[in-house]
């Protein structure tokens, strides 16, 4: 996903 | 998924398991700065509370499940079974001076002011400083033995694989995490000075690495 809130990154 | 944020995160793996090892097999932490390891133990354990709240992947929840694994095992080794050769004369940085400046930040410049996002805001700005006890412990004992180089190189390569990881999101999909860019540059500075000493001395063969 794009947006910075759902952090999908560790 | 992209080449450069997965091989961050192999750098990041191969960092955590080369310390894991030195103190398992040396059985000493001798020159390791134990502040450091809580820190990173912090950081993983405000970071990735979203384990119970939000699947992303099988590579995302096993990968954070194995940092905070290896986190609070290194934590253990230091502070319990191996706390003889902890060396907390040298680890004495005063991490209060990190602690509440970060905190206070996270108040301030977050993305959403939720207790989830504010521990997520939080455990960025921790990460891009949480090595300066072990940078500032090595400078005090003035040398570093090369295996604690390693762990240093890879561990200041993954984030600066993570910077590679956003140009390439931001020019492939228009993703931009502000926050965690500007504290993933600041967190790569603070290494450019190891990364000259490490290719300059570690590599030329000088077993130790040892600081002007």
């Known amino acids: 996903s794009s947006d910075p809130i759902h952090h999908d990154e560790l | ?50 384990l119970f709240t939000s699947y992303i992947s099988a590579y995302n929840t096993v990968m954070k499940v194995v940092y905070l694994l290896l986190a609070y095992s290194t934590v253990g080794l230091i502070f319990f079974r191996f706390r003889n050769s902890y060396d907390s004369e040298s680890d004495s940085f005063r991490v209060e001076f990190l602690l509440v400046p970060v905190a206070g930040l996270s108040f301030l410049e977050n993305y959403a002011f939720t207790p989830l996002e504010i521990l997520w805001t939080f455990s960025i700005y ?13 400078t005090k004992t003035g040398e570093a033995e090369s295996i604690t180089a390693h762990y240093l190189l890879f561990l200041g390569l993954y984030r600066a694989l993570y910077l590679a ?48």
């Open chain 2, 1 to 50: 998924m992209n080449i450069f944020r997965l091989s961050g995160d192999v750098c990041h793996l191969i960092a955590i398991i080369i310390l894991f090892l030195k103190i398992w097999r040396s059985k000493s932490c001798a020159g390791i700065s134990g502040k450091s390891q809580v820190l990173f133990a912090l950081v993983f354990t405000t970071r990735y509370l979203d």
């Open chain 2, 126 to 138: 921790l990460e891009s400083v949480a090595i300066l006890p072990q940078l500032f412990m090595i």
């Open chain 2, 165 to 212: 990881n956003w140009l390439w999101r931001f020019h492939t999909e228009g993703f931009y995490d502000q926050i965690a860019v500007v504290s993933g540059v600041v967190q790569t500075i603070f290494y450019c000075d190891f990364f000259y000493l490490y290719f300059t001395r570690v590599l030329r063969g000088s077993g130790k690495m040892s600081l002007p």
